[in-house]
């Protein structure tokens, strides 16, 4: 395992990375100092040289994540999503991170799943407050299929409001991608949360190749690929490494890829673990932006216990994303007149644009 202290010494001078392609993206020649590797072409990245672009020093990692992020993206532009818990509590799963889950005693009222007018109130709501796509949740372990008849028409209707449509309901069963993409869903989330080694010590009640059939299913049926995953569960920095490995050499990388920092609520398992180092978060983000270039790489949950500054820092090392409103699932989010200062301070603009076309087909595979 790799040991958590980062920012190894580089042992050699700065030298020239010559032009190279990066998943599709042709790359300007680039100027980097130590010993991490730099873009690469293809979607074959080993653990130990992703591990060594995780170590490397904080001031090369940066420099080299944000110029991956300013040949592929407008720096000073996010993309706002907003969550609606859809179905509220007692799932059967046991997420170890997971207030929902009817294992816990969260304090939590298990709710059945909104009607769907509640569901369209919500999403006009957050698409006059700014937001550009609308994420609804839902607390299964997968739909059933006369809950998804009921899905389809929400997401059919958020669609016709002119936002994006992004679904996490748990693992799909055959078929069930096509009904959402004949919906008209643009992103499913699937989150594969960790490292596969890790992944056992978190959740039982499903596993890791569940979740990259899932993940499959819903590629195959033409729906961009929401996936990523938790930092802060107790993890080593070689299973960030390794998660973000997994996602960077799937078939097409996702398109959508949730940097969530574990939210510590009362009544789970992992309740009272260690703060996680918000340096280790801004590592994690700069990795993935240079492993995957094109993705939106977006800084989920947990941004209501980050300081302004560490959110600045993961902007720069490649965070585009983020979720906008009041409320994640179950926990709080910043407010909205917190995040709008913070955008003026950063001088960073709301996208407005749907991203899904443009994502999709950026996608090299
Ligand atoms: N039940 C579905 C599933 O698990 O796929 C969808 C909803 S689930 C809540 C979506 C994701 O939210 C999880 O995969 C996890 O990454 C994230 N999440 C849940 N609880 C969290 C917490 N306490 N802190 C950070 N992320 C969390
Ligand atoms: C994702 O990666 N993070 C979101 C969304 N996908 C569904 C969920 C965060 C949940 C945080 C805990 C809660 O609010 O219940
Ligand atoms: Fe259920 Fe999803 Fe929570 Fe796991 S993360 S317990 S599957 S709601």
Redesign the pocket.
Known sequence: MLNEQTASKATVPAETVAAQTVAGETAAAETTTGTAPGPKPGHDWSLDEIITLYRQPLNDLLQQAHAVHRRNFDPNRIQLSTLLNIKSGG?P?D?A????SVRYNTGLENESLMSCEQVLEAARRARDSGASRFCM?????GPKDRDLDQVVAMVAGVKQLGLETCV????LKAGQAERLQQAGLDYY???L?TSEEFYSQVITTRSYQDRLDTLQQVRAAGINVCC???I?MGESATDRAALLQTLANLPQQPESV?I??????SG?P?DAQDDTDPLELVRTVACARILMPKAYVRL???RTDMSDSTQALCFFAGANSIFYGEK????DNPQFNKDQSLFERLGLTPDTDNTSGDTAAAQSG
């Open positions: 799932c799963e997420c991170y997971c207030p929902q949740g839902a607390a299964w372990r996490t309901l748990g693992m989330n699937h989150n949360d990523g995953g938790i802060g949730p969530n920092t574990l939210v510590k609520v789970t992992l989920s949950a947990g994640l699932l179950t926990t």
